[in-house]
């Protein structure tokens, strides 16, 4: 195994799970690290503890083409008009969500059909 690289991090845990689901469903395998769930869905880690996302060295070019492809379309998604025309809204807890989550950070909940 070479030596991994940290390739993210982010004090959601929820967040940093989509983004590993992101980069499984490219073919990067990746390894969680401060994962913990402790405190309830929703909750925000220490700083010191943040969950981070580790990749092989080999994979960490792609890797980061995965998080960056994810940052802009999120960017481009939270405008005001794409948000009302893609974005969905959970069931169970209300939060608002950009289109192309299928599942709620808050809560987990899926994403209702259209
Ligand atoms: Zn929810």
Do not use: K, Y
Request: some cysteine; aromatic content about 8%; charged content about 25%.
């Amino acid at each position: 195994m070479p030596r991994p690289v940290r390739i993210f991090q982010h004090p959601n845990s929820l967040l940093v799970g989509h983004v590993r689901n992101l980069l499984e469903g490219a073919g990067v395998e990746c390894e969680l690290r401060n994962w913990t769930l402790a405190g309830g869905m929703g909750d925000l880690a220490p700083i010191d503890c943040e969950p981070e996302l580790w990749v092989a060295t080999r994979d960490e070019a792609r890797a980061r083409a995965v998080i960056e492809q994810w940052r802009q379309s999120a960017e481009v998604s939270s405008s005001p008009g794409a948000r009302l025309s893609r974005g969905w809204r959970c069931q169970r807890c209300g939060e608002w969500h950009e289109a192309h989550f299928d599942t709620c950070w808050q809560c987990g909940h899926e994403r209702p059909d259209p």
